[in-house]
């Protein structure tokens, strides 16, 4: 549950618990935060606020414990809790020993030895993504007077798409624009579309999944490195901490691997003294490094696991088949909250390669 060494990254708590927090170690200090921008962002992120959401409803408001001090950083961790307070437990009693298809339930339960906390996931729940929205809110009002912005939009849902990220040239206007709303798209027609095929899984008792397309602009050519300080291989640990991340690609990403050498290969260029490319198939980064253009990745969500049709199980105490309908709240389409917790995974590394 934790990530990261410039900046130290540490998420707690349960889905069902009293409380879900961060703490965020080797932010600078004398940093101003303006936490109406970070209730914002967290607003996005919350549940309950839209009809393609769970109806569970919590505040999601940050409690500061430390680390700020009239409003400024102070150079220590900074640490703030979140309450639960709409919690319905018992619609979990019979997952402790039914595991739900999809999830963590099985492979926490003999890792864990059956003690984990199975209400609303535990520890597992995309809950635990509050304190990271919470953690990159705050990081990208750093990277801001950096003159690095970050957003990201709905790619698509279920086979519906947004018009993609020119990613040559990708303004900070724009992201600014995204990062802003709760089902951002580029193309406003597109998110009719995605959420009609929304309500019709949710009224078969199903779910849909999608991908998200980040850019993070701004950003200086020569930060990370090869291997595992790589761009790609810090974005992608951070990115897979989110439930239900399956994938992630950078650039033109697989694509790639259709094209020819003249095809995929960025053209170098100067453009305003500086060295740049015609197009950005690399996504902003070469030998794991960054080139000065945009980095852009998509991550791709399975669709939400816990859906109200019955499915195939097991017993874990009778050790026999077993049939499991889920009850419970939850989301026939996570992708739309995924936005800005992907936006936060994004700053938090961000802020990390630039410090």
């Not at 109806?55 to 150079?75: A, C, F, I, Q, Y």
């Not at 609303?120 to 009002?141: D, E, K, M």
Request: net charge negative; glycine share 12%.
């Amino acid at each position: 549950m934790t990530w990261g060494d410039k900046i130290k990254l540490s998420v707690f708590g349960e889905s069902h618990g009293t409380a879900i927090g961060a703490v965020i170690d080797g932010l600078p200090a004398g940093e101003e935060i303006d936490f109406e921008e970070v209730k914002r962002q967290m607003a996005r992120r919350a549940p309950g606020n839209d009809a393609s959401s769970t109806k569970r409803k919590e505040n999601d408001e940050p409690v500061v414990l430390s680390g700020v001090l009239s409003g400024m950083t102070t150079g220590a961790p900074l640490c703030a809790v979140i309450k639960n307070s709409d919690t319905h437990s018992s619609d979990y009693k019979n997952i402790s020993r039914i595991p739900r298809p999809g999830h963590a339930d099985y492979t926490a339960y003999v890792k864990y030895g059956g003690f984990n906390d199975v209400r609303g996931g535990g520890h597992f729940s995309g809950r635990l993504t509050a304190p990271l929205v919470f953690a990159g809110a705050v990081c990208r009002q750093i990277l801001r007077r950096r003159g690095v912005t970050v957003g990201a939009h709905v790619y698509s849902i279920y086979g519906v798409k947004d018009k993609p990220f020119d990613m040559a040239d990708i303004s900070p206007s724009l992201l600014d624009s995204l990062s802003g709303r709760y089902f951002p798209v580029i193309d406003g027609a597109a998110e009719k579309a995605m959420r009609e095929k929304i309500a019709e899984a949710q009224s078969s008792l199903d779910s849909v999944g999608g991908i998200v397309e980040c850019a993070a602009a701004g950003l200086p050519a020569g930060l990370c490195g090869p291997l595992a300080e790589g761009a790609e291989s810090e974005i992608s640990s951070l990115v897979f901490g989110i439930p239900a991340c399956k994938g992630i690609e950078f650039g033109a990403g697989f694509a790639s691997a259709q094209m020819l050498g003249s095809e995929n290969n960025d053209p170098f260029y100067y453009g305003g003294g500086e060295v740049k490319t015609r197009t950005n198939n690399c996504g902003g980064v070469l030998g794991g490094i960054t080139d000065g253009m945009p980095v852009v990745f998509r991550a791709a969500f399975k669709p939400t696991p816990s859906i109200g049709m019955e499915q195939e199980s097991v017993d874990l105490e009778s050790r026999a088949g077993a049939r499991l309908t889920v009850r419970g709240r939850h989301d026939p389409c996570i992708v739309p909250r995924a936005v800005p917790a992907v936006e936060a995974a994004a700053a938090v590394w961000a802020l990390s390669a630039v410090l």
